[in-house]
């Protein structure tokens, strides 16, 4: 089947020059400027790769990246034309899977784009999907919906307070903005004084019983909501 990979990047010519090369090499490529059209892009079409600039007019990729990894496994190639090793290790933490410096040698991209290819439909698209989220005596049941405790006694979530406690739980020590937990379970930004993430991160508490000196979630000030526990992931 033809793998179909989207390419986020601001310079026309780059976008030119990667959907005819790629094209070239039978790939199907969908074309994006920013981060706005990158999602109209994503919300209409099922795409196996994204190609993302790190530099974009607006959202930044790093930011893009984060936002992506939020809410799916999707295999991400960032381009970066800075040599900052910092921007390096920023973005695969975020969860790229590769990068690449610009200016590239075509060739080169396309090895990077078949070895992600490749990994992905070795595990099945990232990784096995688990079917059971544990943290500090917890379980997060990813099929049925429901948050277990040690005596195996069911907590019933929201759908909402479901998604919000997967998101934080899928990305263990790494602080979520409310902009990206609000996209999670309403796809939309947050308005100003908007408290709904702050209402939604209560209940959570309180289904958690999460009122010791060190939090499952954390609230990082002026930036967000961590959860600061080991995850383990079961099949």
């Not at 079409?45 to 007019?57: A, F, K």
């Not at 610009?102 to 992905?120: D, H, Q, S």
């Not at 049941?141 to 929201?158: E, F, G, K």
């Not at 100003?192 to 990082?220: A, N, Q, Y």
């Amino acid at each position: 089947m033809e793998k179909k990979i989207l390419v986020v990047d601001d310079d026309p010519e780059l976008r030119q020059l990667l959907d005819e090369y790629l094209s070239g090499w039978g790939y199907s490529v969908l074309l994006a400027s920013d981060g706005a059209q990158m999602r109209e892009r994503l919300a209409s079409q099922t795409v196996d790769l994204v190609i993302l600039d790190l530099m974009l007019p607006g959202e930044d990729g790093l930011s893009l990246c984060r936002s992506l990894r939020v809410q799916s496994e999707l295999p991400i190639l960032m381009l970066t034309a800075s040599g900052d090793e910092v921007n390096r290790i920023l973005g695969l933490e975020m969860g790229a899977d590769d990068y690449i410096h610009k200016p590239f040698i075509p060739r080169e991209l396309l090895a990077r784009v078949k070895n992600i290819l490749r990994r992905a439909g070795e595990s099945g698209g990232h990784a096995a999907p688990a079917r059971t989220l544990h943290f500090a005596g917890w379980t997060l049941d990813l099929n049925a919906h429901h948050l277990i405790d040690a005596n195996s006694v069911v907590v019933s979530l929201s759908s909402g307070e479901f998604r919000l406690l997967k998101a934080l739980a899928d990305h263990p020590g790494h602080v979520l903005s409310r902009d990206q937990l609000l996209e999670v379970f309403s796809n939309r930004e947050a308005a100003p004084f908007d408290r709904t993430i702050d209402v939604m991160i209560s209940r959570l508490r309180r289904r958690l019983t999460d009122d010791g000196e060190e939090p499952l979630i954390k609230t990082v000030r002026n930036e967000g909501y961590m959860f600061n526990v080991l995850v383990e992931r079961r099949t």
